[in-house]
């Protein structure tokens, strides 16, 4: 091509490109109704196929992070869907990745820190009316779960009536509306309690140390030759190393004693004390990302997932620091953040990374 007809191409590309940009509205509206028909129509849950499925829904903890919201694990498995932990965010995030709240089987709480359960109710209104469920949400847990349930039951009462009122029995029968709970007492440790057990799906519940805070359990998923666990909030446990031999797929929680010792120092020397103390006081109720990987080399577990990742690692570097001494101990690791779905196939030992990140 010469550089006359080079030229010539270029400016036709331009224009073209310029139109299309004047006239996006335009364009955007005749593309739309199909492109969100075929979003609508599309089944996220079928199209990952036979086998469990773990997606990160939220893989923070508290504090606020561009890429970690609270923590929410959903576990999918034979064309089900179950949620470990309703942290805020949970349920919006569900819905980034394509999986609808309407396709909930059931939430498992692992203890009741505000930032698991402070995406409960959102959650429980939006798989009522998104799935036209007759039947309340089913929440399994440890003892003490009623008040918690009840609680977020009775602030979205109102809520219901107006849903109700406004879409009728066809879209939200009130029979459908709010939380019913399942609650186990926390079982010995060493030992485990099967809390559900349907279509080839059992999940059990074990408790974990976090004290002080008390009931605090984990869960172990076990769907077609495939397992997969959920620490919940812990410090190094020796349940959840005893649950996780030889497991596929271990989801562990992990806080940077390093990092919060700096962000506790820098409260400090800011002035804020209360603050300098909270990051000094969760040092000793979570597992390290070090004490997370000995866990999976010493249970021979395929693969680790690390969420409820604290603190942010919003800033460049971050991550490294984070990780520190980890590959040296367990290589097969993930870091987790919203959106990761990690597909563990029936009958296999296959372990896919599909996606990081929404
Ligand atoms: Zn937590
Ligand atoms: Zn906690």
Redesign the pocket.
């Known amino acids: 091509m010469t550089i006359k007809k080079t030229y010539i191409f270029l400016s036709l590309l331009v224009l073209i490109a310029a139109l299309g940009y004047v006239n996006r509205s335009a364009i955007i509206i005749k593309v739309l109704p199909n492109a969100v028909t075929k979003v609508m129509a599309g089944d996220k849950i079928a199209d990952l196929g036979d086998g469990m499925h773990v997606a990160l829904c939220g893989a923070g ?2 504090m606020p992070s561009s890429t970690r919201t609270g ?1 929410c694990v959903a576990v999918i498995a034979n064309n089900k869907m179950f949620v470990v932990d309703a942290g805020s965010g949970g349920s919006r995030n569900l819905g980034r990745m394509g999986f609808s709240t309407g396709s909930i089987e059931g939430v498992f709480l692992t203890h009741f ?1 505000s ?2 359960i402070d995406g409960l109710g959102e959650l429980s209104m939006t798989r009522w009316v998104t799935g036209t469920h007759k039947e309340a949400l089913p929440v399994f847990g440890p003892t003490g779960l009623e008040s918690v349930v009840e609680g977020f039951n009775h602030a979205y009462g109102q809520d219901a009536v107006y849903r109700h009122a406004h879409h009728g029995d066809s879209v939200a029968a009130l029979s459908g509306n709010g939380m019913s709970t399942k609650s186990f007492d926390v079982p010995k440790d060493g030992t485990k309690v099967t809390v559900y057990d349907q279509g080839g799906v059992t999940i059990e519940m074990f408790s974990v140390d976090h004290k002080p805070i008390s009931p605090a359990v984990g869960y172990l998923f076990t769907y077609k030759g495939r397992t997969a666990l959920i620490s919940g ?1 812990t410090t190094k446990n020796t349940n959840v190393e005893l649950f996780s031999k030889n497991i596929d797929l271990l989801v562990h ?1 992990a806080l940077s004693p390093e990092l919060l010792r700096i962000m506790s120092e820098s409260a400090d020397a800011a002035g804020n004390s209360s603050v300098s103390k909270i990051f000094h006081d969760v040092l000793d109720y979570h597992t390290s990302p070090v004490e997370a990987a000995e866990i999976a080399r010493d249970a021979q577990a395929q693969h680790l997932l690390y969420y ?1 990742i604290v603190p942010p690692l919003d800033i460049p570097g971050l991550e490294t620091l984070w990780l520190q001494g980890v590959e040296e101990i367990f290589a097969d690791y993930t870091l987790g953040e919203d959106g990761t779905l990690i597909s563990l196939p029936a009958n296999s030992k296959e372990i896919i990374n599909v996606k990081s990140g929404i």
Do not use: M
């Open positions: 903890g508290p923590p820190h930032d698991h909030d929680e409820h």
